[in-house]
Structures are given as structure tokens and as C-alpha cells.
């Protein structure tokens, strides 16, 4: 028998296993935000905290690498096309992400944000291809230069490369499950009306952080079906890749 | 193939009580943690309390020399504030609130009556503290409500209500205004 069936059936069984302990834990995520209530901004209490509101600058923004737009955070990822041998796939070459502390406001008041250590979800701003006679645009040119790389091959012919950058400008509604603590920039937000004296961190104690551009029903639905996939795909495969090893084995 | 069958069960039924035995324990600690989000609530809706009752004492303190024929008001304020500090279960705490929300409308409707006390900067003062704190707690009211609203569904549908009675935890009450105080203050000059 094909020795690959195996190694596949074996990837497959861990790959399985791990999905289904991965669906466990977006279940966990799932009911930790079912059963916390929104609060409004002005009366937050310190502890894990979910809020809604609109991005609000609070000092300097900073420049998407490819939209050059205003933004709070970015994460950005420059993938090459290769060719290997039948196969062909996109392989990241570099990637990257940068925050910067924001104000989130609701109709009752603002909190100062610190992104640090929050797992951010945000929407896809700029894609772009170059490739055979299609350079990038000048801004992504510039950024390929400061970072020392090359959208072009060894012979001078463009290589096909992808640029995705996912940013949060300000203005974006968002949504945010994190801990209300300590606000080391107090005298310079507190000066400012309606600013609450806390900032939204991650926790020392509540490790849960988490930023999304998805109001809570659709964050709510898409855990749903990561759980249920999670959980049923991961037990599936996991059988699967069992009943075929044991197949190559002769038990089966 | 017998083996390699025994083999197939033994995993599948090891992943079935695997799966069943985190999910229970998610299912019961999250129950747990529900329950604890009440008590959490409560107490920040009661650390407001203390601080509106502190500024409270301020308030009547300041405004006793302008308004010396409103000793109705005062008397209401005073019990209402007496009524909270000897408040030792939720229901007693929440009725002294009411009572205390009851006694600023009407102080506060009385003081436009007053304009030198109107004037007062300590007392404007005063007035944005309380009713920033009155918003406040407002907030934290229908929080604490929503809190156990999330708790008293999920004790109430299935499988979670096995644990509840496991557990004995029963229906937590909610944090409601009286029909009083959703009446009109009313003014009597």
C-alpha cells in the first residue's frame, strides 16, 4: 500500500483531534460572550467588560502600508506566488501589524483603547496582485523598498505577488471584549469631557481581549458554526484518518 | 478486522465521553460564572449607592441654609438615607434607593424655587455630581438586570437546568423601580 496514505491519514487524525479541542474552545468563547451584558461607556466597572462604539482618535494615526489611509491598527501580509514542480501556492514572505491607543465612544461617553495583546478581527481594506507586466502602485513600491524587498526577479520580469492589508479606520464601529483597568495616560484623556477614568487593556487576570469589526449577533453566529464544526469536522476526520491507517495496518 | 472494529468503537466512544465530560464542565462553570457576574453587579451598583449617599450628605448640608421651610424634603432625605445604611439584603437596598431617587427629584424640583441657592457654584456642583452618578446608576441597574436575565434563562432551558437544581440555584430577582417611583414627582409649594 502507498506509504503517503499513512503520513495523510496521520496528519489527518492530529489535525482532527486538534479541531475538535479547538471547537471546545470557541464554545467557551461563545458562552463567555452570551453571558456578559454590553455596558455603557460611562458606567464601566473594572473586571472583563464588553462594549460597542465608534473609533475615536486619541493621538497620532498611523498610515496603512498600501491604502496609505488614516487608521488604529493594521496587520498587512505580502505573499509570492511558486511554482514547485505540479504544485503552485501563495506563500507569505512577510507580515506585520501595528496599533495604536484610540478612544472607543458610545451615545453615553469615551474609554481610551490600548490594542496591546488583543486579538484583532478587522475588515480586508486593500488587496492588490502585481505580476507580469502590472507593477504595484507607488505605495506599495516605497513600502517594498524600506523593507528590503523586491517585487521584481533576478531577470527584471515581475514576480506575482500579493499585497493584503486589513486596517481599522477611524469612525468604524466596533465591537470589544476586554478588561477595564488602570489608565496610565489619565491626566491627558481625563481632561477631555465625557472620557471615562479607565482604560480597556488585557487583563492580568481575564486573558480574554478581543476586537471585532462584527457587531456581537454575527460573532455570536460565526462561533456557532466554528464550534459545530470544530467539534463534529474534528470528530470525523479524526475517525476517518483512524479507519483508513488501520486499513494500511491490515486491522480493518 | 474484528480488532481494527473494536479499535474504531473504542475511539469513537472515547471521543463521546471526552466530548461529553468538557462540555458538561463548560455547561457547569459557566453557570458558575453567571452567577457570579450577579453578585458583581450588585456590588457595583452598590459602591455607587455609598458614593450618591456620600455626596447626599454634602448636598443637604449645603442647601439647609437656603431652604429652611422645606423640612419635609429633608426629613424624606434623611430617612431614605438612614434606610440605606441599615439596608442589609438586595431588596432593602433597592427600596432605600428608590426612596433616596424620589427624595432628590423632589429636592432638585424644589431647589428651582430657590434662585439664590440656584446660583451657589458648590451646589451646581453638587446637582452634575448626583445626577452624573443617578446616570450611572442607572446603567449599571439595567446591567445587573440584563445579568440576570442571561442567568434566569439559562436556569430555566435545557440542559443547564439540571445543574441549577443540582446546585440549588433558583430565579434571581430583578432590580425593577417601584410603581411610585415611576410616577411625577410632584411639587408642593
Request: charge should be positive; glycine fraction near 8%; charged fraction near 20%.
Amino acid at each position: 500500500m502507498d506509504p503517503r496514505l499513512f503520513v495523510y491519514s496521520g496528519i489527518g487524525l492530529i489535525v482532527g483531534i486538534v479541531l475538535f479541542i479547538k471547537g471546545f474552545l470557541w464554545l467557551k468563547q461563545k458562552r463567555l460572550i452570551e453571558n456578559i451584558p454590553t455596558s455603557k461607556i460611562r458606567s464601566l466597572a473594572m473586571g472583563l467588560v464588553e462594549i460597542h462604539g465608534d473609533v475615536v482618535p486619541f493621538k497620532e494615526l498611523l498610515t496603512g502600508p498600501f491604502s496609505k489611509k488614516e487608521c488604529v491598527y493594521y496587520y498587512y501580509t505580502i505573499e509570492e506566488y511558486r511554482r514547485s514542480g505540479k504544485n503552485s501556492k501563495w506563500i507569505t514572505i512577510k507580515h506585520g501589524e501595528q496599533s495604536t491607543p484610540f478612544f472607543l465612544k458610545d451615545n453615553t461617553g469615551s474609554v481610551l483603547i490600548n490594542p496591546t495583546g488583543a486579538k484583532i478581527d478587522a475588515p480586508l481594506t486593500t488587496q492588490y496582485e502585481s505580476g507580469l507586466m502590472r507593477d504595484p502602485p507607488a505605495a506599495i513600491r516605497n513600502f517594498l523598498t524600506q523593507q528590503n524587498l523586491n517585487f521584481e526577479s533576478f531577470f527584471g520580469i515581475n514576480k506575482k505577488m500579493r499585497f493584503t492589508e486589513y486596517s481599522i479606520p477611524p469612525a468604524t464601529e466596533l465591537y470589544i471584549l476586554g478588561t477595564a483597568g488602570d489608565n496610565p495616560h489619565m491626566e491627558e484623556t481625563t481632561a477631555l469631557k465625557g472620557v471615562e477614568d479607565v482604560m480597556i487593556q488585557h487583563g492580568n487576570n481575564d486573558k480574554t481581549y478581543f476586537i471585532s469589526t462584527k457587531n456581537e449577533h454575527q460573532l455570536l453566529s460565526s462561533l456557532r458554526w466554528k464550534t459545530i464544526g470544530g467539534i463534529g469536522g474534528g470528530f470525523i476526520l479524526s475517525i476517518g484518518s483512524l479507519i483508513v491507517m488501520l486499513i494500511y495496518f491490515g486491522l480493518f | 478486522m474484528v480488532v481494527g472494529i473494536i479499535i474504531v468503537i473504542l475511539v469513537i466512544l472515547g471521543l463521546i465521553i471526552l466530548g461529553l465530560v468538557v462540555y458538561v464542565i463548560g455547561l457547569y462553570n459557566s453557570l458558575v460564572s453567571l452567577k457570579n457576574n450577579i453578585k458583581k453587579a450588585w456590588s457595583n451598583i452598590d459602591v455607587l449607592l455609598t458614593q450618591r449617599s456620600d455626596e447626599l450628605t454634602k448636598l443637604v448640608s449645603t442647601v439647609k441654609g437656603y431652604m429652611k421651610h422645606e423640612s419635609k424634603t429633608f426629613t424624606e432625605i434623611a430617612k431614605a438615607r438612614s434606610a440605606l445604611l441599615s439596608a442589609k439584603t438586595m431588596g432593602e437596598k433597592a427600596s432605600a434607593d428608590n426612596m433616596i431617587t424620589g427624595a432628590l427629584k423632589t429636592l432638585f424640583a424644589v431647589a428651582e424655587n430657590y434662585p439664590t441657592l440656584k446660583a451657589n457654584e458648590n451646589f451646581n456642583q453638587l446637582q452634575t455630581r448626583i445626577t452624573d452618578i443617578e446616570n450611572e446608576l442607572a446603567d449599571r441597574r439595567e446591567f445587573y438586570n440584563d445579568s440576570v436575565n442571561t442567568y434566569n434563562i439559562k436556569i430555566q432551558t435545557f440542559p443547564t437546568l439540571f445543574f441549577a437544581r443540582m446546585l440549588n440555584y433558583g430565579p434571581e430577582e430583578l432590580f425593577s423601580a417601584t410603581a411610585e417611583e415611576k410616577k411625577d414627582v410632584k411639587i408642593e409649594f
